[in-house]
């Protein structure tokens, strides 16, 4: 198979390392990739959202299967792009249609989608310019912090959690009066806080039938502690240790089930991943969001977990053998930390010569904010390598990623030292 993977992080350099060691690929391009992938398929200078010219590349170069890393393609509808036009209907693409796609691309369309199928969520009510005084009035019924969300995509950063009633109406008033998200927040979704622990569970489906993948945890804040400004994501953690059979089978019959069954009610075309993050308290998970793709860190721990040949999974979904393939997952811990560039989430400078790659011994190193500069790799990103390892606990894990940590450097390269530590 020719495979074609759009993105150029950390994430989609997980899908290429995979998609890589099958027997059935035959050619990977990645468009538009990074370093790492540059070592392992051909990196292709093309847009994620440049239908026209990925259609092109998908003719000339023979493609079978497209894995689209991003959501903004997918929210952007380029899965009904391939299905509508005859010369690439053929390709199987991983990911959803754009009405599937609204599950992470629209809060509102999210929670109406959960309410509506039983699926336990966190209380909650949407809002624009026009009721904006409604807004201010449904913030005095709840108990702080509150949460508000820009109901569009907000590159990660569209969701504020104020301590106080007065911030919370300070910081609704800045995302509708005055757009602080642009039109991502023309509507706000505002909704209960959740307390507890959060994990993720992640599933590959082809709209009917699916194949729940690996637990994971990720770690948000910049700082160590959970402190500090969030970010896409400083490390993972998989499984997560209290996410046991009995708990997932929870998760699978109070929400995966009765999700896939409202993608089949609402006659949503859905053949890719679902990303299902939770809140759990006293062993009962709510869902916090949908995402219509895999995370990043999440891909990282979680994709090389999974024993099976990950491609031939994806060209089940396109011929339709997905439900008769079999499943394995790897029963080590892994562990993902994330070296940043210094600043990052603010400003960071970017083409910092990095060194010591060939110094690493037993990770994994998955490359996300990276290019190549002539012979040398330079950072191009705020988060630019996830180093992951394998081991029989999270200590064994997360240490052999520390030490390797230490072996790769760049000028100003940052990295949390206690992720795993809270589990």
């Known amino acids: 198979m020719n495979v074609l993977i759009l993105g150029s992080g950390g994430r989609e350099h997980a899908f290429a390392w995979k998609v890589s060691q099958s027997s059935l690929c035959k050619k990977l391009l990645v468009a538009p990739g990074n370093a790492g992938t540059a070592q392992i398929g051909t990196n292709i200078e093309i847009g994620v959202n440049d239908f026209d010219k990925i259609k092109d590349l998908c ?24 299905q509508e036009d005859e010369k690439i209907q053929h390709i199987t693409v991983i990911g959803p249609s754009k009405k599937g796609a609204q599950l992470e691309g629209s809060k509102e369309f999210s929670k109406e989608f959960m309410v509506k199928y039983g699926i336990p969520t966190a209380a909650y009510q949407s809002f624009t310019k026009d009721t904006l005084e409604e807004g201010n009035q449904f913030l005095e019924t709840l108990s702080p912090p509150y949460v508000l969300k820009a109901d569009g995509l907000a590159a990660g950063k569209g969701v504020l959690i104020p301590e106080t009633l007065k911030e919370a109406k300070i910081s609704l008033k800045e995302m509708l009066g005055d757009a602080k998200f642009g039109d991502a927040s023309s509507k706000v979704v505002i909704e209960e806080h959740l307390k507890g622990i959060e994990l993720s569970v992640f599933v590959l489906t082809d709209g009917i039938s699916y194949k729940i993948l690996p637990s994971a945890k990720d770690y948000k804040r910049i700082g160590e502690g959970d402190k500090g400004l969030n970010t896409g994501g400083m490390g993972a953690i998989s499984p997560v240790p209290f996410a046991d059979r009995f708990f997932i ?56 977990r999974i024993k099976s040949d990950l491609l031939n999974l994806f060209r089940g979904i396109g011929n339709g053998s997905f439900s008769e393939i079999d499943f394995d997952i790897s029963e080590e811990v892994a562990a993902t930390v994330m070296m940043v560039s ?68 760049f000028e100003g390269k940052y990295y949390r030292k206690d992720i795993g530590f809270d589990l």
Do not use: Q
């Open 59 to 82: 003719l000339s170069e023979e493609i079978d299967l497209l894995i689209v890393g991003p959501e903004d393609p997918l929210v952007n509808g380029i899965y009904d792009f391939f």
């Open 249 to 304: 089978e929870k998760v699978e019959r109070e929400i995966i089930k009765p999700t896939i069954k409202g993608l089949v009610e609402e006659d949503i075309d859905y053949k890719g991943f679902i990303f299902i993050g939770l809140m759990v308290e006293n062993g009962n998970p709510k869902v916090i969001e949908y995402n219509v793709r895999m995370g990043d860190p999440e891909t990282e721990v979680v994709i090389p």
């Open 342 to 409: 210094g600043g990052y989430p603010e400003s960071y400078e970017k083409g910092k010569k990095m060194s010591g790659f060939e110094d690493v011994e037993d990770s994994l190193l998955f490359h996300s904010g990276t290019k190549n500069d002539g012979d040398k790799v330079v950072t191009n990103g705020g988060r630019v390598l996830a180093i992951t390892s394998f081991g029989k606990d999270i200590n064994e894990a997360v240490n052999k990623s520390f030490k390797n940590a230490e072996k790769i450097n």
